[in-house]
């Protein structure tokens, strides 16, 4: 990609990144549209010639005070300058993208007065509980917001009753101080989930339940659909949950026991959840927190 376009701003000098240290915006360079997936993202730029240092800026629009982050190349003395896979001479920028937000990533040279040649990478970063090996503890009675966004699908969980995972997912664990009472997930998204449950450990992961997704109606109070997944643990047993959808996804979360009502009008049980979701016929579950 050549970055030989000629950009000014009237505001040439501003603070960008983690030091704010200032960088001059009216270098050449070209702007590029990217849509937050909700995953973390690292764009990583080099140049082809030894030249040319190249700098990456995101911004949420084209004003210059909307920057999110800068990276600049760094060149290393002795080290190649002339391939995109030489580790001294990349410009990495990591950052937290918002699902649905447009941003602009402007790729120009450190110095003023050069142009030239340039290469550039964006990709998802997968969550921290992509994998079993360390997911999230949950807690009774709280609320958690994530993302599949990054992730991939998962070779290590094993078939559970059949079903394995086909789609991008994310691991959670249950403590052992659960007792023989009812437990149940709740996530709230725009896709549905299917779960995967498992005791023992993530190096010997068995077998406990599995909860296909369903396409059911968007029931979740901002109109996204519910997903959940029920079962009764044994006292002293550790649980992992895997949950995986069709594609990458921003969910909320609960994850407690049931609680059952008596409607006041038909005596029939209901409840709600996330803010808006009227449970009937069947025993839901009910956390106040959940009205995001």
Known sequence: MDANTTFNLDLKLIPCGPTNEFFDLSNAGIFYTMIGTGAKMRITSCSTEAQFISRVSVFTSCDSNSCVDSAAETKVEGGSNTTCFDDESKAVLEFQSVAGVEYSLFVQDDTAGISGDFAMFVDELPPENAFCNSPPVLEMDKTYTGTTGGSVTSTTAPACNGTSPDG?????????????????????????????????????????????????????????????????????????????????????????????????????????????????????????????
């Open 168 to 292: 991008p997912g994310v691991w959670f664990a249950i403590p052992g101080e659960m007792d023989d009472t009812e437990v149940v997930m709740v996530v709230c998204s725009e896709q549905p989930f299917s779960f995967l449950v498992y005791s023992s450990s993530c190096s010997d992961l068995s077998c406990v339940d599995v909860k296909p997704k369903v396409e059911e109606a968007r029931l979740c109070g901002d109109g996204s659909i519910e997903s959940r997944v029920a079962w009764i643990p044994n006292k002293g047993e550790s649980y992992y949950v895997h949950m995986f959808g069709d594609d990458g996804a921003n969910f909320r979360l609960a994850f407690g026991r049931p609680l059952m009502r008596n409607d006041s009008s038909s005596g029939s049980i209901s409840g709600k959840i996330a803010g808006g979701l009227v449970a009937t016929t069947i025993a839901r579950l009910v956390f106040a927190m959940l009205t995001l």
